[in-house]
Each structure stands twice: as C-alpha cells, then as structure tokens.
C-alpha cells in the first residue's frame, strides 16, 4: 500500500475530487440535448472553474510550488464573456465560499507558472469533446520534480474501477507515486485503494489498442498501417482522455498511439496532457515512450519539446510495437 498520508498525496487526492466533482456538476446542469455543435460555453466555465479551485487549493497547500495549467483568465475577461465569468464564478464558490470574479480570475492566472525543479502541472478538463457529448474526460494533475513525475492523480467520473465506464457510478480516482504504485478508489468518497496492474498480454496480435474519438493530432492512416503489420484483428476501444491511461494500467488495454499527424509534423504534446497517466501507467508495470522510444522528457517547460508522439503499452508489447513503428516509417 502506498503513503496516503504525505502533504502531497493529501492535496493530490483532495484537489483532484473536487474539481472532477465540481465538472461533474457543471456538466449536469448546463450540458443538455439541447446544446448545439458549436456551443462551448459548457466546456469553458468548468475548465476555468476546475483551474481556479486547483489553484486556490494549491495556494493554501503550497504556497510556493508554481502551476503549469493549460488556461488563463484572458478569454474569461474578454467582451462578451461576462455571462461565463459570472457562472465560472457561481461554481467555483459553491466549493470554496465567498469570492469575487476578480479573485477568482487570479486563481486560474496562477496556472501560467513556468516549470521549475518542482512545480505541478494542471489539464482541468482533458477530453472536452467527451465532457460535451456525455462521455469520458478527466481531470489530470502531477507533481514534477527534477524533471521526473512524482505523483499523479486522474479524476474520472464516468469510469468505475479505474476502467469500466459508467455514466451514474461513484467514478473514479487514480492515484500513482512513484516508488509505491498505482492505485484507484471511488471519486466520491475516497477510501479503500486497489492496485491496478497492467495486462499480461504478450501476443501482439490480441492487443487491444486504445483509440481516442479526436483525431486532430494523430495519423489515422499510420494507425491503421500499424494495426494491420501486427495483425490485430480486435476492434478499438475508442476512449476519450487521459482516462484511457487508467484503462491501461488497470488492464483493460494494451496498446495506446499519440502519432504524428501529417498536417502537424512539428505537433510536441503538453506536459499536462500525459504526466500523470504517464506515471499512472509506468506505476502499473507498463511502459511509455515517445515513438523513437525515448523516455518522456518532462523537464523542457510546457511542451514535450524533445519528444516526438507517444507510445503506451503493458510493457511486454513495447518492444514490438517499436519495431512495427520503425516498419511503417511512423
């Protein structure tokens, strides 16, 4: 069992239930049938009230660490933005008590920190377009330090066991630290911890590769090209979200691709998009790379600079699924 009772696995735990909570609650009252196509004023006010109450949190717990966060309060404040502000601001005190649009503005402005030896990196809402079509997203925070990630928490409310979705179950939190394992237990009422471990699949041919519905930066044709030089033959399990690190590391997968779209040869991913499933995962028994097969390099600021895509797997495919890379040209 691992250490619950660190200062920083206590803030990382409390901070990750409350924004996924706090989403939760904004996806039921103000995501409906009804919402059109272009309608993103749902995603908005819980992306920046998921920040804002991470970095109140933050601000209380450690004053001095830095956020490295994906928004800032500049579209909030621009004209015709009011009505959001106003809601961003109605949620977020339902959570912290009294506050005033201005204060909450500079709660979320705390995520434009620049990393440092040690700093934590914030996705208030990863996977929007699942949150907007009812479906999976997360809310993803670590702690780096030293370049490394140290702890790393996903909120996942419509998955239950850290892998089975389930859209009116307690969902779930997951928890790794490095040294002492993975871990999950109810989002809404953290308790009992079970360990997650990867598959033990060892046949590349039965791997079940996790896909994500947005395909804006991946190559599908490469996808597909890999899938077919290993013949898979199983469907993918198309999943949202940092979420499908959990689903990885629970086994409930055992392949997951971040290739390079060919509209986008220069695309570097976001720290914030992959540490704390990165160390979810790694934690578990699996394994993640970039797609040369070099270790994720959290230490060169916001971007994954010196990385190029990601492979994640249970670890015993790795190997094969880096030469079936290098096949196909990926």
Same mark, same amino acid.
């Given at each position: 069992?691992?250490?619950?009772?660190?200062?920083?696995?206590?803030?990382?735990?409390?901070?990750?239930?409350?924004?996924?909570?706090?989403?939760?609650?904004?996806?039921?009252?103000?995501?409906? *049938?009804?919402?059109?196509?272009?309608?993103?004023?749902?995603?908005?006010?819980?992306?920046?009230?998921?920040? =804002?109450?991470?970095?109140?949190?933050?601000?209380?717990?450690?004053?001095?660490?830095?956020?490295?966060?994906?928004?800032?309060?500049?579209?909030?404040?621009?004209?015709?933005?009011?009505?959001?502000?106003?809601?961003?601001?109605?949620?977020?005190?339902?959570?912290?008590?009294?506050?005033?649009?201005?204060? %909450?503005?500079?709660?979320?402005?705390?995520?434009?920190?620049?990393?440092?030896?040690?700093?934590?990196?914030?996705?208030?809402?990863?996977?929007?377009?699942?949150?907007?079509?009812?479906?999976?997203?997360?809310?993803?925070?670590?702690?780096?330090?030293?370049?490394?990630?140290?702890?790393?928490?996903?909120?996942?409310?419509?998955?239950?066991?850290?892998?089975?979705?389930?859209?009116?179950?307690?969902?779930?939190?997951?928890?790794?630290?490095?040294?002492?394992?993975?871990?999950?237990?109810?989002?809404?009422? *953290?308790? =009992?911890?079970?360990?997650?471990?990867?598959?033990?699949?060892?046949?590349?041919?039965?791997?079940?590769?996790?896909?994500?519905?947005?395909?804006?930066?991946?190559?599908?044709?490469?996808?597909?090209?890999?899938?077919?030089?290993?013949?898979?033959?199983?469907?993918?399990?198309?999943?949202?979200?940092?979420?499908?690190?959990?689903?990885?590391?629970?086994?409930?997968?055992?392949?997951?691709?971040?290739?390079?779209? *060919?509209?986008?040869?220069?695309?570097?991913?976001?720290?914030?998009?992959?540490?704390?499933?990165?160390?979810?995962?790694?934690?578990?028994?699996?394994?993640?790379?970039?797609?040369?097969?070099?270790?994720?390099?959290?230490?060169?600021?916001?971007?994954?600079?010196?990385?190029?895509? %990601?492979?994640?797997?249970?670890?015993?495919?790795?190997?094969?699924?880096?030469?079936?890379?290098?096949?196909?040209?990926?």
């Amino acid at each position: 069992m691992f250490n619950t009772h660190t200062p920083e696995v206590q803030f990382a735990i409390q901070a990750v239930q409350q924004a996924a909570l706090l989403v939760r609650q904004v996806q039921a009252e103000l995501v409906s *049938p009804a919402l059109t196509k272009d309608d993103r004023s749902p995603v908005t006010v819980a992306d920046f009230a998921s920040q =804002a109450l991470v970095a109140r949190l933050l601000s209380q717990a450690f004053a001095d660490d830095p956020l490295v966060a994906e928004e800032d309060s500049a579209a909030l404040l621009a004209q015709g933005s009011e009505q959001d502000l106003q809601l961003v601001t109605q949620f977020v005190t339902r959570v912290t008590g009294p506050a005033d649009p201005r204060q %909450v503005c500079a709660w979320i402005d705390r995520g434009r920190a620049d990393s440092a030896s040690r700093f934590w990196t914030l996705d208030p809402i990863d996977g929007t377009k699942g949150f907007l079509r009812g479906d999976q997203y997360v809310v993803a925070l670590a702690l780096i330090q030293g370049g490394q990630v140290q702890i790393g928490a996903l909120g996942c409310p419509n998955l239950v066991d850290g892998q089975t979705p389930n859209f009116n179950g307690s969902g779930s939190l997951v928890i790794a630290v490095r040294g002492e394992g993975a871990w999950t237990t109810s989002l809404e009422s *953290p308790g =009992a911890f079970q360990p997650l471990r990867v598959s033990v699949q060892s046949d590349p041919s039965q791997a079940r590769v996790l896909r994500s519905f947005e395909s804006g930066h991946t190559n599908l044709s490469q996808i597909d090209r890999f899938t077919e030089a290993l013949e898979i033959h199983a469907a993918p399990l198309r999943m949202d979200s940092q979420a499908k690190y959990a689903v990885l590391a629970a086994g409930g997968g055992d392949l997951l691709l971040r290739l390079i779209a *060919p509209s986008k040869p220069d695309y570097r991913e976001k720290i914030w998009d992959q540490a704390a499933g990165a160390l979810v995962l790694e934690q578990a028994g699996g394994r993640i790379s970039d797609l040369d097969g070099k270790n994720l390099d959290f230490s060169a600021g916001r971007m994954l600079a010196n990385n190029r895509g %990601v492979l994640a797997s249970n670890g015993t495919l790795h190997a094969p699924a880096l030469a079936t890379l290098a096949q196909i040209g990926a």
